[in-house]
């Protein structure tokens, strides 16, 4: 079929760098995948139980638009008792399918054509190609090694002009693991307000900061009036497959987007939904448990790149590490296929995060520490022979 049929906007959006070294891995025999970013345990058992539970009993039916009143109101004692910011349940809050649906609709919810977003790079793949199905132009600024990763005030404000309509920030960050403080987020905050701004906050991680907590920009003094946090249950509860996000922000922006969810999605799996209330109510030892094997694994994981040579930060959360490959002389990109070829070990290039990702690779470490001792052992050899 002719090209003729497809939009120009969609035909100009490059596929997924992650998804394409994923495909090719799972092609390939003895391949240790460090490259897709999901926790390798199992969703805790009273979540599954939960859903189970709720089959049972016959909710097979749709959910209000806005999610289970029940599963909102439990989501406003979660960020109230966690990350000291209050929201409510009637009008503030709206369960999505994943994350990544709720960072769709806060985009066109607030966009027009033309409007500028600005962009933190080293960034989740999506942000750009969302903001341009949205009719917004997406603006990159890059945080370097040299900050561990971390973007500065000063920065974001030299990228705003009369066209900039909002921010979007990630920390802890995918890919690099970098967390903002309170005074990096300060600091940011008084940009924003300055410039009459809106932030859109991916906080999918928050609750895998393994030092301090990772503090949500919307705690900021005047800040909640203009945030839109998103987040949910994939990461830090381990049920990515069970499709379940959440968003909150002020009243008018989420009834924004509860229009635009209604036409496009109805409302979340009601199974899931069940699950996640679970979740929320009994899953916070679990949370810990999975938090304390994913520092034990950063730490070797850092160890072992920096004695081969990879200079690597030690990131704040996430479960992810950001190695230098510079000093092997490839491109991110040479390397990762030259590394899945040579030693079957599955790395993301850096440059498909962004421009400034270019040197750099990103490995997940939600792996077992064996395999995770083997990878390094893998990639010592491939580093050790192209840096001779």
Not at 92 to 114: C, F, H
Not at 299 to 306: G, H, M, R
Request: proline letters at 4%.
């Amino acid at each position: 079929m002719s090209s003729y049929y497809l939009s120009q906007q969609v035909q100009e959006i490059k596929p997924s760098g992650i998804r394409k070294f994923f495909d090719l891995a799972s092609k390939m025999e003895n391949v240790i995948s460090l490259g897709v970013g999901e926790p390798d345990f199992v969703t805790p058992w009273s979540v599954i139980e939960a859903s189970y539970h709720s089959l049972e009993q016959g909710y097979t039916a749709y959910t209000a638009n806005a999610g289970l009143f029940e599963l909102r109101e439990e989501i406003s004692y979660y960020l109230e008792n966690n990350f000291d910011v209050t929201y409510s349940p009637e009008s503030q809050i709206l369960v999505t399918v994943g994350g990544s649906q709720a960072i769709d609709l806060s985009l066109r919810a607030i966009i027009d054509p033309g409007d500028e977003v600005i962009i933190v790079e080293p960034c989740f793949v999506a942000y750009s190609p969302i903001v341009s199905l949205a009719g917004g132009v997406p603006v990159t600024v890059s945080a370097t090694n040299d900050n561990a990763f971390k973007i500065t005030a000063e920065q974001i404000e030299q990228a705003i002009t009369k066209r900039t309509k909002a921010i979007i920030l990630c920390s802890p960050n995918n890919p690099t693991g970098a967390v903002l403080s309170k005074e990096d987020l300060t600091s940011i905050a008084a940009v924003v307000r300055k410039h009459d701004l809106l932030v859109i906050s991916d906080e999918i991680y928050a609750e895998l900061s393994y030092d301090d907590k990772a503090p949500s920009v919307a705690s900021i003094n005047g800040m909640k009036e203009r945030t839109i946090v998103v987040t949910g249950f994939s990461k830090a509860f381990a049920m990515t497959g069970w499709r379940l996000g959440y968003t909150v922000g002020p009243e008018k922006i989420i009834q924004a987007m509860l229009k635009i969810h209604q036409y496009t999605m109805m409302c979340a799996p009601t199974m899931a939904q069940h699950g996640a209330l679970e979740a929320l109510r009994n899953g916070s030892e679990s949370v810990q448990e999975m938090k304390t094997s994913y520092r034990q694994r950063r730490n070797f994981v850092v160890k072992a790149l920096n004695e081969m040579g990879l200079s690597c930060h030690l990131p704040g959360g996430a479960f992810y590490v950001f190695p230098s490959i510079k000093a092997t002389g490839m491109s991110s990109e040479e390397f990762a296929q030259r590394l899945l070829e040579e030693e079957r070990v599955a790395v993301v290039p850096g440059d498909v995060f962004g421009e400034s990702g270019e040197g750099y690779i990103r490995c997940s470490y939600a792996t077992s520490i064996k395999q995770l001792d083997q990878a390094m052992k893998r990639m010592s050899r491939f580093v050790e022979k192209y840096t001779k």
